[in-house]
T-cell receptor, first 118, second 109 residues
Framework: EAGVAQSPRYKIIEKRQSVAFWCNPI?????LYWYQQILGQGPKLLIQ????????DSQLPKDRFSAERLKGVDSTLKIQPAKLEDSAVYLC????????????????FGPGTRLTVL | GQNIDQPTEMTATEGAIVQINCTYQ??????LFWYQQHAGEAPTFLSY??LDGLEEKGRFSSFLSRSKGYSYLLLKELQMKDSASYLC??????????WGAGTKLIIKP
């Protein structure tokens, strides 16, 4: 099966500019995640969707970041305006089940978008 | 607060065995994952533990002790391609995945 697709792979912008990232999860996966990963750190969850509803966006800087998941499939993450500290890799992941159960719902990651803010 | 601790970096020799430890303090526990992440690539799933004990999968094994809040990933017969970061992540009581910062493993010939 096809994996999680993300685009673009790389993006360089100047501070105060806007940028958008796109993610297409694995077909049929109910849950979609956006992570921010700064070099040398673990992924930080920005937002989690179950189908097209938001489950958790507690760590999303809502003054500049926004995300949507249209029709419960593709998702976009936008930053407006960007700051220097937004330089990171933005990872999209999807998992099959609506709710993580005790069995363990593996997350499948896309290749990520490496954002550099100058 | 929720916290996951892993060593920042480890070095091992090709063909040897290495153990990467992970300790966690989270609000509830619903399983622990290990992911592998090569430089510049996305994390890929290695193992999942929800019950105490050892799970073996080829050259990789993962151990869990819930009472101690402790896990380790054991890599045997190390190969150069095992050079990567290894991320420990715990599912808390709200089924949210809490990630460690990762352990960078360097394999030397």
């Amino acid at each position: 099966e096809a994996g999680v697709a993300q685009s673009p792979r790389y993006k360089i912008i100047e501070k105060r500019q806007s940028v958008a990232f796109w993610c297409n999860p694995i077909s049929g996966h109910a849950t979609l995640y956006w992570y921010q990963q700064i070099l040398g750190q673990g992924p930080k969850l920005l937002i989690q969707f179950q189908n097209n509803g938001v489950v958790d966006d507690s760590q999303l800087p809502k003054d500049r970041f926004s995300a949507e998941r249209l029709k419960g499939v593709d998702s976009t993450l936008k930053i407006q305006p960007a700051k220097l500290e937004d330089s990171a890799v933005y990872l999209c992941a999807s998992s099959p089940r609506p709710v993580v159960e005790v069995v363990g719902d593996t997350q499948y990651f896309g290749p990520g978008t490496r954002l550099t803010v100058l | 607060g929720q916290n996951i601790d892993q060593p920042t970096e480890m070095t091992a020799t090709e063909g040897a065995i290495v153990q990467i430890n992970c300790t966690y303090q989270t609000s509830g526990f619903n399983g622990l994952f290990w992911y592998q992440q090569h430089a510049g690539e996305a994390p890929t799933f290695l193992s999942y533990n929800v019950l105490d004990g050892l799970e073996e999968k080829g050259r990789f094994s993962s151990f869990l002790s819930r009472s101690k809040g402790y896990s380790y990933l054991l890599l045997k017969e190390l190969q150069m391609k095992d050079s990567a970061s290894y991320l420990c992540a715990v599912t808390d009581s709200n089924y949210q995945l809490i990630w460690g910062a990762g352990t960078k493993l360097i394999i030397k010939p």
